[in-house]
């Protein structure tokens, strides 16, 4: 039988369970391969061969991590880093480092907690890896390691096993529930005790808790469960004094606990009952407060005097002591407050005597401040911006009016202030700078411990600082065609105020700018009539007063003359002669060059050629004149002045044959073969016609430019009735006895509340703005509101307000007036006997749509028009209206779809207003 080198055969047993090694003995040990049985021993059955090999495991350790080394250990705690090692012979194994290692390790409860395989080196050493013993994952007790290695032969001809233990215990923790205990001998009473896994965090039960005491008992704490311990105390036969306990602990792998005088326990006498008043006691401050209080023992009643008897309340006070255990507890007041409310106070007692223990109270006491007054000579102030204004101020009781000495007294100010005292009185000084121009409030504090502290109010006015307003140039004449400033000077002491808003109101709507020394505009005459315009500059900066100029200025027309030497010419005609006229200004004086100046002359028109002196010169070979004998041409010079009248002047020509009065040439017709004198009579003749010509021109310019001025002005019509319309946002009809509304109607921009626009309105009133005389007429009133304009007519019994997005024209001004005549004729009577119904007076719609052109902004419908005349241009629109309305899925539509880029078109503009008066477009009510 083939066995390992190694391996010691030590028992062979037959089977009949004789031991037969001495018959195999001389091939049973160590170097033998072979195990040689005799044939005459051997018998049929089962045979049993007990051998021994080497355990090649030569050697095993535990290790904890130490400081500064790993040290060997086998008993351990939480948390610890462990770590084993261990070596294997190396005799007869040359391969050993090919070679691994098993480690187990067993829970105590023999479950697998770690394994690992590990490489053998050349040495035939071994290094498992560390280890943490966690709290999560390691319990008490005792754990089994297991190293198993082998030459990985088949036969396992070589081996090693090894097996140690090592502990794990855990820290534990014995707390009192109760640590001290206070009793009267023959008190039972129980003590608890709370046993506990410091590692885990968990109780520990059934353990064993020895205990003994100062006074002799000792015996074991029962678990009652839950880690808790208790201990029955009889303290029948104790007298008076301290008593302490002490334990041990016991329990496997668990920490063994030894603690002195964990609990202890004092037997008294009696214990001190503290019987002190609930009701709160409510003083004044700066005096004293008195409580009763007893003091007996608590579990049989007698009086008793303490030995120490205290309390925390923070002033003065006093503790006396009056018979049969009665006290009287005194504190002071004084100043103890500190505002103007009451305040409450917890004052707790405390008390002691030997063998009765201690005891503690408290009583409630509230304390008044005094009454106080603030008396200040003034509580309105008006100061101009950047100057100081003082009060005078003091402060005494309200009972007896005495004044309170060594007050504090402050100020809630938005600028800085100076208080000064001056006895028991103050003094204080108030800076307006750094503000702005508004209303304000100080408040004036004076507080002292003990009394009201009180805020006293001061309304303080901040004025602007005063300016003044200068418009330089006046008088504001002008000539049209100039680029002329109007300029203004806006100052406050003699200092130029920059940075303010300078803007014109009435017939001329700007804003004036800044140039570093005035304030001014530069005004286009151009774009005015010629008339006279009424302004009022507007002047406003922060911190200044506002101001209102009032000014006229007037623009005329430019007014020029054409001067020349004569109105009547000699001309021989290849004469080099030229007409020369000037252009005397007589608006400004001197002459102007900047008109153009033309002739006409038959057919034949040019203009002048202006001259290095500044006239305007014509020659007259550049007319070819015919060169007829005794022929006059009228010659109308004309100066074109786009800012004002034209001036025209005619001159008479007249061309004679040769410069000596005769023709020599013989090729002429007859007539002109003759010498003649000037017939001066013809002449005048013809001057006379030339007159009549021109007056004849002068009428017909004249009608033309009426023409002209009447077209523009219809223009100019027709686009502020445009205007007119998308600026109206709100009508409201108001009742003026009743203040309430009677109609209203919005159309765009931001709804505004018609009854704050009353109350608004009440106030204008209130400010002297009356229209005390409207009975008899409309009057109108305009107003600014936030970023809208307000117009108020009074007619009679009502009133009407208009809301507008920025000034209206003067047509819709008088359409207001003969709204407010309409009105009164319909429903007059009813405004007089207004009592609340609002149903009759739904029709004022109608008016509002005929005389303000409200159909121009609403929702519109077409009706049939097969039986209305229109033109070709308003059946155009129609059809352009159903389109619209058609595309857009719509049955109405607005008159601003019709509009180019919806932008004003004055021929579009036309056509639907004449289809609004023709009732083709018509309003109607739309809902989302």
Not at 139 to 155: F, M, P
Request: proline share 3%; charged share 20%; glycine share 6%.
């Amino acid at each position: 039988m083939s066995k390992p080198v190694n391996w010691i055969v030590t028992e062979l047993i037959n089977p009949y369970g004789t031991n037969k090694i001495n018959d195999v003995i001389a091939t049973a040990g160590y170097g033998n391969t072979t195990l040689t049985i005799p044939n005459n021993i051997v018998l049929n059955g089962r045979w049993k061969i007990v051998a021994e090999a080497p355990n090649y495991v030569d050697e095993a350790k535990i290790f904890n991590e130490g400081d500064p080394v790993w040290q060997e250990n086998n008993v351990f705690q939480l948390p610890e880093k462990i770590k084993i090692n261990a070596s294997i012979d190396t005799a007869n194994n040359p391969n050993i480092g090919t070679t691994n290692a098993f480690l187990f390790i067993y829970y105590p409860n023999g479950t697998l907690w770690y394994q690992e395989i590990a490489s053998v080196d050349g040495s035939g050493n071994v290094q498992f890896s560390e280890l943490i013993l966690g709290e999560t994952n390691t319990s008490r007790g005792k754990y089994s390691a297991q190293i198993i290695w082998n030459d990985h032969d088949l036969n396992m001809s070589q081996v090693g096993f090894s097996q140690f233990n090592f502990v794990v215990w855990h820290q534990t923790s014995l707390s009192a529930i109760e640590s001290n205990f206070e009793k009267i001998a023959g008190e039972p009473f129980v003590i608890r005790i709370n046993f506990t896994d410091e590692d885990l965090d968990t109780f520990i039960g059934f353990a064993t808790v020895f205990y003994n005491t100062s006074y002799g008992e000792h015996g074991v704490a029962v678990y009652s469960g839950s880690g808790i311990y208790i201990i029955d105390v009889d303290t029948s036969f104790l007298s008076v004094g301290d008593y302490f306990f002490s334990f041990n602990t016991s329990n496997s792998f668990y920490e063994n606990l030894s603690i002195s005088n964990l609990i202890q326990l004092t037997i008294r006498k009696d214990f001190i009952d503290l019987e002190v008043p609930r009701d709160v006691l409510m003083v004044e401050a700066n005096t004293y407060a008195i409580f009763q209080f007893n003091i007996s023992g608590e579990e049989f009643g007698a009086p008793i005097s303490t030995d120490n008897i205290s309390t925390d309340w923070h002033l003065d006070y006093e503790i006396n002591e009056h018979n049969n255990g009665n006290y009287t507890l005194n504190v002071s007041t004084f100043e103890v407050t500190s505002g103007s409310v009451p305040e409450t106070f917890y004052i707790n007692i405390y008390a002691n005597k030997t063998f009765h223990g201690s005891t503690s109270d408290f009583v409630v006491l509230t304390v008044y401040p005094i009454e106080a007054v603030v008396n200040i000579n003034t509580t309105f102030v008006q100061v101009p911006l950047n100057r100081n204004f003082s009060v005078k101020v003091n402060y005494t009781v309200e009972a007896t009016g005495d004044i309170i000495s060594g007050a504090n007294c402050s100020a809630i100010w938005d600028s800085s202030y100076n208080i000064i005292n001056i006895g028991d009185e103050f003094i204080i000084k108030f800076n307006a700078s750094g503000l702005t121009s508004d209303s304000y409030i100080v408040f004036v504090i004076l507080e002292h411990k003990g009394y009201e502290t009180i805020y006293k109010s001061i309304n303080v006015i901040v004025l602007p600082q005063s300016s003044e307003l200068l418009i330089l140039n006046e008088p504001l004449d002008f000539i049209n065609g100039d680029m002329v400033n109007i300029t203004c000077r806006f100052h406050s002491d003699g200092k130029n105020i920059e940075n303010a808003n300078l803007t014109f109101i009435g017939d001329l709507s700007a804003d004036l700018s800044w140039n570093g020394s005035v304030y001014y505009y530069t005004l286009n005459t151009t774009e005015f009539d010629f008339k006279s315009y009424f302004i009022q500059v507007y002047a406003k900066a922060t911190n200044y007063q506002s101001q209102l100029k009032e000014t006229l200025f007037s623009v005329t027309p430019l007014v020029v003359e054409i001067q020349t030497i004569s109105t009547l010419v000699n001309y021989i005609p290849g004469e080099d002669k030229n007409i020369t006229v000037s252009i005397d200004d007589q608006s400004h004086g001197g002459i102007i060059t900047s008109l153009n100046v033309s002739y006409e002359l038959g057919a034949k028109s040019d203009f002048l050629l202006l001259l290095p002196d500044g006239s305007f010169a014509l020659n007259l070979s550049d007319l070819n004149l015919s060169p007829a004998t005794q022929t006059t041409y009228q010659l109308k010079i004309t100066v074109i002045n786009p800012y004002g009248d034209n001036d025209e002047k005619f001159i008479t020509i007249v061309v004679s044959g040769s410069q000596s009065g005769v023709v020599p040439s013989d090729d002429d017709d007859d007539d002109s073969k003759t010498t003649t004198e000037v017939d001066y009579s013809l002449v005048v003749i013809a001057v006379i016609i030339t007159g009549l010509v021109i007056a004849g021109g002068f009428a017909s310019l004249t009608a033309y430019k009426k023409v002209i001025k009447n077209r523009e002005l219809k223009k100019q019509r027709l686009h502020n009735k445009f205007l007119d319309a998308f600026n109206l946002n709100n009508v409201i009809v108001i009742n003026k006895k009743s203040g309430l509304n009677v109609y209203e109607q919005f159309f765009a921009g931001k709804k505004l509340d018609a009854t704050l626009i009353s109350g608004f309105l009440d106030a204008i009133r209130a400010f002297g703005i009356e229209l005390t005389s409207a009975y008899e007429q409309s009057q109108s009133i305009s107003l600014e509101y936030k970023d809208s304009k307000i117009l108020m007519s009074e007619f009679k019994d009502f009133r009407m307000i208009f809301i507008l997005k920025d000034r209206p024209s003067e047509e819709f001004l008088k359409s207001v007036t003969a709204l407010s005549y309409d009105i009164d004729r319909e429903y007059g009577e009813l405004l007089q006997k207004f009592a609340g119904n609002l149903t009759p007076f739904a029709g004022i719609k109608g008016l509002i749509e005929h005389h303000l052109n409200t159909s121009f902004i609403s929702p519109l419908k077409i009706i049939d028009i097969e039986k209305i005349e229109l033109s070709p241009a308003e059946r155009s629109l129609v059809q352009k209206a159903k389109s619209i309305m058609k595309q857009n899925k719509l049955d109405y539509f607005f008159t601003t779809f019709l509009m180019p880029e919806q932008a004003y078109d004055p021929k579009r503009t036309q056509l639907i207003f004449q289809l609004i008066e023709k009732k083709v477009f018509q309003p109607t009510d739309i809902s989302f």
